[in-house]
């Protein structure tokens, strides 16, 4: 099991919706 690998995609799904909610 690689916890890192679950850490960077959650904090990659977040940083996406971060970006969304800027750009809209």
């Known amino acids: ?5 679950g850490l960077f ?3 990659s799904v977040i940083g996406v919706d971060m970006m ?3 750009l809209y």
């Open 1 to 5: 099991m690689s916890w890192k690998r």
């Open 9 to 11: 995609v959650r904090l």
């Open 20 to 22: 969304q909610d800027m």
